[in-house]
């Protein structure tokens, strides 16, 4: 089970509505996505409680070979979406304990001194151990045990644990990662150990840990989660909690883990959950948020491709520019379809240092950083638009302006399956090395990016996508208002680079392929040992 943020609490006499469903079937294994929400049946009113997605793998059979699931094929443009998304987070979900070790050993995070604190309380003082019987109702069909029942279980002497650290009635908030790592049938006796890791000023991580046992035999480690708890006034408002002394060694060591994973929910929040208007554009780039930035570049491309109510703006010579206005963001869309395969056109574009020689808004881009074979970071520098846009009557004079400058993350990932587009995904970060200079006005990009779509004759739909930031606007104002068709030219230009560079020789003709088919890795290949080792050579 993935991350879980409840949003908000379920009281005595409101109706809860679950909602699950099926979004993608990988080899052996599925992600199902679950919509948890309240009613109140006196006041008609509805909320939101939370939104998990789960992974569940097959049952071995009696052979003992694991059963290959029958892929999945979306029905919707919102199913289409989730299908694709969901080979992001399997990315994501497969890199976590790597990033937690990568923060500890590399020292990224500050090194708690948990000593310092005298009146803190001991954690051998929170220690929680209860024992459950496994009973008939608490299993399945499969005479397993439910995971939900042993999920409350853990939930209640986690509530214990944190209760004797800060002597109040602890709400749970989220729950980091549960992972089940094996069954347990019916007469096992669970073994439930709960701990506190550690306080922070308005939260407590809980580490709980479940293992199963007969009457014979050694304990099974069977699940592990990691719960935070925080605790409200009367009021609603959050209090502030009182500190925890460790035990030498081992209580150490999950104190530390404690402020690496508290991190890495911070850096998630504030990637990934936070409404894009609600957080600076450039997110600062480091090895330790690299994943969820390349999640949230490619995912944030793809939901904004989604978006229905696309109105045609203008038109010339089959290019098209459609505009979408949502609120205070000003999107557009620039499609067009060309006389290259796919593949081939996806090899092009996404080298973005070779988009000066067929794009007047790119003066110059070099690339910064190769961080793996799917993520790039680039300077891209473009004229300057304080006079007037490109290709408008004052853009003559835009060289008494300031050139603007772009660092920009590159993500690419190739089609998951028959109608998956190819995607190439655009977002600006801040990177220490290359700070805002005088020379240049820096500038910023929320969403951009390349889908590249097969379509019949062995042709190819390129649409180029941008949320419009202050500084991207002035580029396409006039084409929007119909005053110019730079967007003409510029797509003209793209599909005279793509004719051009349609042939390769026989060595680019094999990379190409292998990069179009390898572009989002194991992730569609379906082939887990791939998947292991394409994962664990990710330089984070």
Not at 159 to 165: D, G, K, M, N, T
Not at 439 to 462: D, H, P, Q, W
Not at 501 to 526: D, I, K, V
């Amino acid at each position: 089970m993935d991350d879980i943020h409840f949003e908000h609490t379920i009281s005595v006499g409101q109706v809860v509505n679950i909602k699950a469903k099926v979004n993608r079937a990988f080899n052996t294994s599925m992600e199902v996505g679950i919509q948890v929400s309240c009613e109140d049946l006196f006041s008609d009113r509805h909320w939101r409680v939370c939104h998990a997605y789960a992974t569940f793998v097959t049952q071995r059979s009696n052979t003992g070979e694991k059963v290959i699931l029958k892929a999945i094929v979306p029905q919707t443009q919102k199913e289409q979406v989730e299908y694709s998304l969901a080979a992001e987070r399997r990315r994501v979900r497969m890199l976590h304990d790597d990033i937690i070790k990568d923060l500890l050993s590399r020292g990224s995070i500050q090194q708690a001194d948990s000593s310092a604190v005298n009146d803190a309380m001991p954690a051998e003082r929170t220690r929680v151990e209860s024992v459950e019987l496994v009973l008939p109702p608490h299993t399945n069909h499969q005479v397993n045990t439910f995971g939900g029942q042993i999920m409350a279980w853990m939930v209640n002497v986690a509530i214990i644990a944190a209760s004797r650290l800060c002597q109040a009635h602890p709400t749970l908030r989220t729950i980091d990662m549960f992972t089940f790592r094996g069954p347990s049938q019916i007469g096992d006796r669970l073994l439930l150990k709960a701990i506190v890791n550690n306080a922070f000023k308005n939260s407590i991580e809980v580490g709980v840990r479940a293992e199963a046992y007969q009457e014979e035999g050694p304990n099974r480690h069977i699940n592990s989660a990691f719960m935070i708890f925080e605790v409200l006034d009367n009021h609603g408002k959050l209090c502030t909690l009182p500190r925890i002394r460790p035990e030498p060694l081992e209580g150490e060591r999950r104190f530390q883990e404690a402020i690496a994973r508290k991190k890495i929910r911070l850096d998630r929040k504030y990637i990934i959950s936070c409404k894009q208007a609600e957080v600076p554009l450039s997110v600062p780039w480091d090895p330790r948020n690299q994943v969820y930035l390349s999640y949230n570049n490619v995912s944030a491309l793809k939901m904004l491709a989604a978006r229905k109510k696309w109105r045609l703006s203008s038109e010339k010579d089959k290019v098209h520019l459609y505009t979408l206005e949502q609120k205070s963001v000003l999107s557009f869309r620039v499609e067009a379809e060309v006389d290259v395969p796919a593949h081939r056109a996806f090899c092009l574009l996404a080298e973005l240092s070779n988009r000066p020689s067929w794009d007047t808004h790119y003066q110059k881009c070099e690339l910064i950083h190769r961080v793996d074979a799917d993520d790039f970071l680039y300077r891209v520098v473009t004229p300057s638009v304080r006079h007037g846009g490109v290709g408008s009557p004052t853009s003559a004079k835009e060289g008494e302006g300031i050139l603007q400058d772009f660092i920009l993350l590159a993500s690419k990932r190739g089609p998951c399956g028959s109608g998956d587009p190819y995607v190439i995904a655009l977002r600006s970060v801040s990177l220490p090395t290359h700070p805002p200079t005088e020379e240049y006005n820096r500038g910023e990009v929320l969403c951009a990016g390349f889908t590249i779509l097969e379509t019949k004759n062995n042709m190819s739909l390129i649409s180029y996508y941008n949320q419009a930031s202050p500084e991207v606007l002035p580029y396409i104002s006039n084409d929007i208002a119909g005053l110019s068709s730079s967007f003409y030219h510029t797509f003209c230009s793209c599909s005279q680079y793509l004719t051009r560079n349609r042939l390769q020789s026989a060595s680019e003709e094999q990379t190409c392929q292998y990069q179009a088919t390898h572009t989002e890795g194991p992730m569609c290949a379906n082939e887990a040992d791939r998947l292991f080792v394409a994962l664990r050579s990710t330089q984070l």
